[in-house]
């Protein structure tokens, strides 16, 4: 037995993709390096094995095919290079690229049958998009093989939560893989002992909610969900007084959007594309979402196009607006940052924006430990999602809260990633998520600018 039986369904399914995530010691890419071996050493078929970084050759599945090739007797079948490798008899070939340094490269390649995927779980659309029409043939297949790494990763969403049509999606782990050596089996076990959740992400795939580096967690904005049904304030009310935040798009594909808050229960989202000189129009619908909610005020992105705004709501008959500068000096400067004491908001964050954001992440932590632990905190100190808002805003909503991480300026002060960082890691503008912590920022910034509102 030189493949695990257990493959045997998932490898014969016909499907353009081929999609096998699991935990360490699963035996996937082994297995897909089996599968290969076999297709090449009885068909004709060029394989393109990419992963994102390839800095030498042995970076590859290149490796792992020669020690398949070897472990099925089939040296003499195959032509081995220093970075190709060719069927004699079949003429199959395999090609080897890393996809960050060499997607140009890969877009070139002609008359591909399979595109083998390794460690995917930094698969970006973008990316997704390049490669895809590389593999064309009629009959071709993509492979994707990975490590669950998070849930807001594009290959989960794309290959698990929502997988295309003519898709074979499936997760294997190593209590499936009947080469488990007896030191690997005492490992996990001693993981599973020690720590338990590490264990699910490391051997049972399990995808971590979001990264450690995430300003917001995502189970603790899934806990939000509908907190104001379930959770007593120890003072103070859930609902009374709205107010709607409003990031206004940029140029380009960036979009307008809108999050109203009913005292501190998110009831309403909105996103829309407008042009700059559209900014009347958008105005006059944010105004709308005002008036539908009676909203005490509207919160506003005033930097860049945005600065124009206020005069555009103030036209529209609609005083009661603050400006939200992402860039100005933080609020209360002097005020100690936590309980502790130890040290103030003008040094530990760089700019309101990082501190707007840590404000809204302290209230779905204090949300999270009250539905999950029963923690007492006022109103004011947490924070509530309703399930009704629109399906698919609140999904986007809870991956772009969670996606974004946090950064320190060169001063060591907490910053929030630019939207440059952000595009540098396929991330799209969050614009929905910006609007929600403006929404949420009324209490913090909105006597610094009470003259807008006059």
């Not at 290149?62 to 003429?91: C, E, S």
């Not at 380009?252 to 229960?265: I, K």
């Not at 954001?357 to 949300?367: K, Q, Y």
């Amino acid at each position: 037995m030189l493949m695990n039986p257990a493959l045997r369904d998932f490898w014969a399914t016909k499907s353009r993709y081929k999609a096998l995530r699991g935990g360490r010691d699963s035996s996937k890419s082994h297995d897909a390096a089996g599968n290969a071996i076999r297709i090449a050493d009885y068909c004709t078929v060029k394989f393109l094995c990419v992963r994102q970084f390839q800095n030498r050759i042995d970076d590859s599945v290149y490796t792992v095919l020669k020690d398949k090739i070897a472990a099925f007797g089939l040296q003499d079948r195959f032509y081995i290079t220093n970075n190709r490798i060719k069927n004699l008899v079949t003429g199959s070939e395999f090609m080897f690229y890393g996809i960050q340094r060499n997607l140009t490269d890969i877009k070139s390649v002609e008359g591909a049958d399979i595109l083998w995927i390794e460690e995917a779980e930094g698969l970006t659309e973008e990316q997704m998009k390049v490669l895809r029409p590389t593999i064309r043939k009629e009959g071709s297949e993509i492979w994707l093989i990975w490590n669950p790494r998070f849930k807001t990763d594009y290959i989960h969403k794309r290959f698990v939560v929502n997988p295309p049509k003519d898709c074979v999606s499936r997760l294997i782990n190593y209590d499936e893989n009947p080469f488990l050596s007896e030191t690997s089996r005492k490992e996990i076990e001693q993981l599973k002992e020690d720590d338990y959740e590490e264990y699910q992400h490391v051997y049972l795939g399990v995808p971590k909610d979001s990264s450690e580096n995430s300003i917001i967690r995502l189970k603790w904005i899934e806990a939000a969900i509908d907190a104001h049904l379930t959770v007593s304030p120890s003072s103070g009310e859930w609902l009374g007084g709205a107010t709607v935040g409003y990031d206004v798009a940029d140029d380009g594909d960036d979009t307008n959007a809108t999050t109203t808050m009913d005292g501190y229960v998110a009831i309403h989202l909105d996103e829309w594309k407008g042009r700059e000189d559209e900014l009347d129009k958008s105005a006059k619908r944010v105004v709308n979402t005002g008036k539908q909610f009676s909203a005490t005020q509207i919160g506003y992105d005033s930097i860049g196009v945005g600065a124009g705004t206020g005069s555009h709501f103030n036209t529209l008959k609609w005083r009661k607006h603050f400006k939200f500068n992402a860039a100005a000096k933080v609020a209360k400067p002097e005020k100690y940052y936590n309980s502790a004491g130890k040290i103030k908001n003008k040094d530990h964050f760089e700019n309101l924006k990082a501190q707007a954001w840590r404000a809204v992440s302290n209230r779905f932590r204090n949300t999270y430990l009250a539905v999950t632990s029963g923690k007492e905190f006022r109103a004011d100190e947490m924070i509530s999602i309703s399930s009704d808002l629109d399906k698919k805003l609140l999904e986007k909503l809870k991956e772009e809260l969670s996606v974004v991480e946090k950064t320190y300026s060169t001063s060591g002060k907490e910053m929030v990633e630019s939207k440059k960082q952000l595009k540098a890691r396929d991330i799209d503008s969050p614009n929905i998520a910006d609007s929600f912590i403006i929404a949420n920022s009324r209490n913090l910034v909105a006597r610094l600018n009470l003259g807008d509102m006059l």
